[in-house]
């Protein structure tokens, strides 16, 4: 599924959606944002799954649902046009997806309902069962562990801060005290933002998009979470916005699904190490965070922490 011809005009609706004054609820928050990386070329044989696992009860009923946030442009932005949502994270979706129930990326992908996620109801829908994974810029940490499981990671950003293009003022971390700054609810940038610079004043609302219509309209200074996450509304506000390029922490980026699921842990996470040697995550990347000026980095190593169970519960064929 190859979208990348109409980025511009994503990244447009994008800036729009940045510029404006939409309030959460509103549709045109939901405004897409991305690109989708691959060319269907390779269709998988469905699976065989051990009865009882997470993965025989996802394919038997013919959909995965996967919470995912709708409007992080290059990662999970809902496309103006088609309704679709489209980005990294989407793809790394629809390729756990395609290992699931077979075919090419593009027929799991029509597998998927993709419910929004946004940071603060990540934990909520995971352990309630409202999705059964959430691939959302979802930084993997020890508290979160405490409550539910993670695969990956299969990227790792830098919190880094965004301000408008002519401020000077803001050159690092500490730059950040004393100043008005906005980050989502329930994120880790917020927790690294008051232990970086805790004299700030911090904003927190649901989306990252929200925090950027504050930084134009001038209700905060700077905007801070992962350098991604910024780098794609830096790409959408025509220049008015810019990135500090002062990173202060690392984040993992990983699939959260429920707490003491071994088996589909351990699958997500073969899955992950699948696409990562043959070329399909640097595929996805290239055609999604690549669109958006971010270089291809190296995939990282899985961490496969405390992982029990039978990790054979499959059996896959090209």
């Known amino acids: 599924m190859t979208r990348s011809p109409r980025l511009a005009a994503v990244l447009l609706m994008a800036l729009a959606l940045v510029a404006g004054a939409c309030g959460a609820d ?3 928050i939901d405004t897409g944002a991305g690109q989708d990386a691959t060319t ?4 998988l044989e469905p699976p065989e799954f051990e009865a009882g696992t997470t993965m ?9 649902v996967v919470g995912t946030k709708f409007d992080q442009p290059g990662f999970g932005l809902r496309n103006p046009t088609t309704g679709e949502v489209e980005g990294f994270d989407v793809e790394i979706a629809e390729l756990m997806a395609q290992g699931i129930f077979g075919g090419t990326q593009e027929e799991a992908a029509e597998k998927i309902e993709f419910v929004e996620a946004v940071s603060k109801n990540r934990e909520p829908f995971i352990q309630d069962g409202r999705v059964d994974i959430v691939v959302a810029t979802y930084t993997i940490n020890d508290a979160r562990k405490e409550v539910v499981d993670f695969a990956g990671p299969y990227f ?14 803001i050159t690092s971390a500490e730059d950040m005290n004393g100043e008005t700054v906005c980050t989502a609810k329930g994120s880790t940038s917020e927790k690294n933002l008051r232990a970086a610079a805790p004299d700030a004043e911090v904003v927190l609302f649901d989306t990252y998009s929200q925090c950027a219509e504050a930084l134009t309209d001038g209700r905060v200074t700077a905007v ?3 350098n991604t996450i910024l780098a794609g ?8 916005f810019k990135l500090v390029k002062a990173p202060f922490s690392d984040e993992p980026y990983g699939i959260g699904l429920e707490k003491g699921d071994d088996a589909f842990r351990s699958f997500l996470n073969d899955r992950l190490e699948e696409i990562m040697e043959n070329g399909e995550w640097e595929e996805a990347f290239a055609g999604t965070l690549g669109a958006i000026g971010l ?3 190296e995939p990282p190593d899985i961490d496969r922490y405390g992982e029990g169970g039978d990790t054979a519960t499959t059996t896959t064929a090209a």
């Open 26 to 28: 509103d549709p045109a």
């Open 40 to 43: 269907d070329t390779t269709a």
């Open 56 to 64: 025989a009860e996802i394919q038997s009923e013919g959909k995965l």
């Open 156 to 169: 790792v950003a830098e919190q880094d801060i965004m301000v408008k293009s002519d401020n000077e003022d």
């Open 224 to 226: 801070t979470t992962d």
């Open 233 to 240: 509304l830096v790409q959408a506000s025509n220049g008015e």
């Open 295 to 297: 270089d291809t980095p």
